[in-house]
């Protein structure tokens, strides 16, 4: 078993997550995106993006560059995994590939706790997105805690590429957003990425 094959009804059994539904980030302030974002998804929308591998490159990836660049140069820097193995707990099925992993550690090499964000990309599917980065989140808590670097709060996204939507895990208690985030709502989109970023660096201090 992998973080592919869970469904809602097994992450209730198995760990006893408590899903819920609420507004997570209703009035985040939105962020201009830069000449280089705007370009950078012009062209995507050029040359396509029919695969998973290609809206994980050309939409998902630039996206989450923007927000690392912007917050190292503000002194908030965090490091960016694309394509990485979470392997925490195989026994329990907490294992697997994630698409993307935010962590607050200088180590680039390979994933060091706490891990902060998780965004999973999927081709058509969002909530198969959903499941799959709500079970690696489940993951990642478990590798903060035995690292014994604990977050009070982890936050996932499921995305198209095109479409995004965001999760948080809090204990067992596992939020997802009611709303939805279009790339074409890249402001808020980027809004809501930087409130999350603001958020961990409160949380930590």
């Known amino acids: 078993m992998a973080y592919t094959d869970f469904t809602p009804a097994a992450l209730v059994q198995q760990f006893g997550l408590d899903f819920q539904a609420a507004d997570l980030f209703p009035?985040?302030?939105?962020?201009a995106p830069s000449a280089w974002l705007i370009e950078t998804l012009a062209r995507a929308q050029?040359?396509?993006?029919?695969?998973?591998?290609?809206?994980?490159?050309r939409l998902v990836s630039p996206v989450l560059?923007?927000?690392?660049?912007?917050?190292a140069a503000n002194a908030r820097p965090f490091t960016f995994h694309s394509g990485v193995n979470l392997d925490v707990d195989a026994a329990a099925g907490?294992?697997?590939?994630?698409?993307?992993?935010?962590?607050?550690s200088p180590i680039r090499d390979f994933v060091v706790a706490p891990i902060f964000c998780i965004t999973e990309a999927?081709?058509?599917?969002?909530?198969?997105?959903?499941?799959?980065?709500?079970?690696?989140l489940v993951g990642?808590?478990?590798?903060?805690?035995s690292a014994h670097r604990p977050l009070a709060v982890l936050y996932g996204?499921?995305?198209?590429?095109?479409?995004?939507?965001?999760?948080?895990?809090?204990?067992?208690?596992?939020?997802?957003?009611?709303?939805?985030?279009?790339i074409r709502q890249l402001p808020q989109l980027l809004g809501t990425l930087q409130h999350i970023v603001e958020q961990v660096f409160i949380?930590?201090?």
């Open 27 to 31: 009035a985040c302030p939105p962020v």
């Open 46 to 57: 050029r040359l396509g993006y029919v695969s998973e591998k290609s809206r994980s490159e």
């Open 65 to 71: 560059t923007e927000l690392h660049d912007a917050n």
């Open 94 to 104: 907490l294992r697997g590939e994630c698409d993307f992993v935010l962590a607050l």
């Open 122 to 136: 999927k081709k058509q599917d969002l909530e198969l997105g959903t499941v799959q980065c709500a079970a690696q």
């Open 140 to 145: 990642a808590q478990r590798l903060n805690e």
């Open 157 to 182: 996204c499921a995305t198209t590429g095109v479409e995004w939507r965001f999760l948080t895990l809090r204990g067992q208690q596992l939020t997802l957003d009611n709303a939805v985030y279009g």
């Open 203 to 205: 949380d930590k201090e």
